[in-house]
């Protein structure tokens, strides 16, 4: 049965947690937010894809709306959402027969093409699991500043489990069969999980420093397009960035798109939990990268 004939929604999981559940309460958040937001830039270049923290709003929302400032006012038709999977342990990438995705706002529909695209690869790296989906806020948290910035675009969100950097490589060229114009790839990740709660305490002092130093170094990689290095940089300090995989595959991805490399991506914003609660025994990191095409 096609998808789009199943009408099967995915609910909320984390409305009233993440972000506010009152549709009026959360566009006023995020209006005010966006207010904070420079002036929008006529004739800004193409974004191909950002990088979005999925923390709850209260932390981690203005770093999450400067990467989507300039892309306002501009034509979005689908975006692909790429998250971790935080609930459900599994390889390769997780779909969903989901036909809607429901938030404050009301539902974003289901890419069906691109989900059929999916099924026809037959890839032992991709299957449809609701179960990764039902929970998972990773993706979730990206909903409403979708809907808020581009309305009613058509979505893909895929839950990416373990990925050793061969998957990588073997799914970067079918993913960027998804691709299209008017298509943007979200990439959701938290970085640095600092402190005992998450088992990572690699370094007891100059902590808010080292903490923004250690995130910033990862951005700049990421923002680099240097995939190897982001993998080395991972071995090397055991960072805990949630959403490493997603990253790695739309960075692999992405070359694939643009070898000619005319997407760059900048560093839109950097922050972690810490300065808002100065708490720094257990902090989080968040980083929001756009890749823009250059001139």
């Not at 691709?179 to 600092?194: C, E, K, M, R």
Request: glycine share 8%; with cysteine; net charge negative.
């Amino acid at each position: 049965m096609p998808i789009r004939d199943q009408q099967k929604v995915r609910l909320s999981a984390v409305a009233g947690m993440f972000y506010e559940n009152d549709p009026l309460i959360l566009r006023r958040r995020l209006a005010e937010a966006e207010g904070k937001l420079p002036p929008i830039v006529p004739d800004a270049a193409e974004v191909k894809g950002v990088v979005l923290p999925h923390a709850g709003y209260v932390f981690s929302l203005p770093t999450a709306m400067a990467p989507l400032g300039t892309l306002r006012k501009k034509k979005i038709g689908r975006v692909i959402v790429l998250g971790p999977s935080h609930y459900v342990g599994f390889r390769g990438i997780a779909a969903s027969d989901y036909s809607r995705w429901r938030t404050p706002f009301g539902d974003l529909s289901t890419a069906t093409e691109l989900f059929e695209l999916m099924e026809h690869w037959n890839s032992p790296l991709v299957a449809v699991r609701d179960d990764a989906h039902e929970k998972e806020h990773s993706l979730e948290v990206q909903f409403p500043l979708i809907q808020y910035f581009f309305g009613q675009p058509e979505v893909l969100p895929l839950v990416v489990g373990a990925l050793s950097m061969e998957d990588v490589l073997t799914l970067a060229p079918r993913m960027a069969e998804l691709d299209a114009p008017g298509t943007l790839w979200i990439v959701s990740s938290d970085f640095t999980h600092y402190g005992t709660r998450f088992r990572y305490v690699p370094f007891t002092e100059e902590v808010p420093e080292r903490l923004r130093a250690q995130d910033h170094a990862a951005a700049e990689l990421i923002a680099n397009r240097d995939l190897s290095g982001f993998a080395s940089f991972l071995g090397k300090t055991g960072a805990t960035i949630c959403g490493m995989n997603p990253i790695a595959l739309f960075l692999a991805t992405l070359d694939v798109i643009d070898p000619a490399r005319t997407f760059r991506g900048e560093i839109a914003a950097e922050s972690n939990s810490g300065e808002l609660t100065g708490d720094y025994r257990n902090a989080v990191g968040y980083e929001g990268i756009a890749f823009r095409k250059q001139a």
